[in-house]
């Protein structure tokens, strides 16, 4: 398996601007996790699904920020719009299940908007 | 969540043991210990968890006190790719990264 595949790796977008970053999970996992990381917060999760349903949302910062799950294998996180403080690394991860299970992150995409 | 409490940083030198430690002392009976660590620009990754008994795999070793108020994280041959932060959690629906314990191994 190729593990927990996020696309882009890097972006670099202006303020204003709308951004999609996207997750494959690994085949099989029923939960899918979306973190930011920052150095002034650390590693925040946002929110996360559990059989394609967003089960808490309570890490999302604000209306700007929106997340779906349309299938098993594809998540998407959206900004718009863009702020310069939305600049940070983003996480995807996937498990068996919400609790207890070991989770797999991807390799992050490194947002920065201007 | 249960709180985790871990030093900010340790130092080890490479090819000894490194022995992190954590302290959970409002743990409840049913609740896992689990320790991920992030080695630098990369993803979290998943290195051992527990219950109550002590646990070892490929990467680590955990023991976990017998009130299990507390726990160590033991990489027996630390190496200069064991470089990274360290994260205790104690999850019940979901993980709660805190600040972890920054490890450095030097040559």
């Known amino acids: 398996d190729a593990g927990v595949i996020q696309s882009p790796r890097h972006e670099v977008t202006e303020m204003g601007q709308e951004v999609t970053l996207r997750c494959k999970p690994i085949?099989?996992?029923?939960?899918l996790f979306w973190y930011r990381q920052t150095m002034m917060r650390g590693l925040e999760l946002l929110i996360y699904?559990?059989?394609?349903?967003?089960?808490?949302d309570s890490g999302m910062p604000e209306d700007r920020f929106s997340a779906k799950m349309p299938n098993a294998s594809f998540s998407t996180l959206k900004i718009q719009p863009s702020e310069p403080r939305d600049s940070a690394v983003y996480f995807c991860?996937?498990?068996?299940?919400?609790?207890?299970?070991?989770?797999?992150f991807g390799p992050g995409t490194r947002l920065t908007v201007l | 969540d249960a709180k985790t409490t871990q030093p900010t940083s340790m130092d080890c030198a490479e090819g000894r043991a490194a022995n992190l430690p954590c302290n959970h002392s409002t743990i409840s009976g049913n609740e896992y210990v689990y320790w991920y660590r992030q080695i630098h620009s990369q993803g979290p990754q998943y290195i051992i968890h527990g219950l109550k008994n002590n646990e070892t795999n490929e990467m680590a070793s955990l023991i976990i006190t017998e009130d299990r108020k507390s726990s160590t994280l033991i990489l027996p041959h630390a190496t200069l790719r064991d470089t990274a932060v360290y994260y205790c959690?104690?999850?019940?629906?979901?993980?709660?990264f805190g600040t972890g314990t920054r490890l450095q191994v030097f040559p």
């Open positions: 699904f559990n059989n394609n349903v967003p089960i808490d």
């Open positions: 991860a996937s498990s068996f299940s919400p609790s207890r299970d070991t989770q797999y």
């Open positions: 959690i104690v999850p019940t629906d979901k993980l709660i």
């Open positions: 085949s099989g996992h029923n939960s």
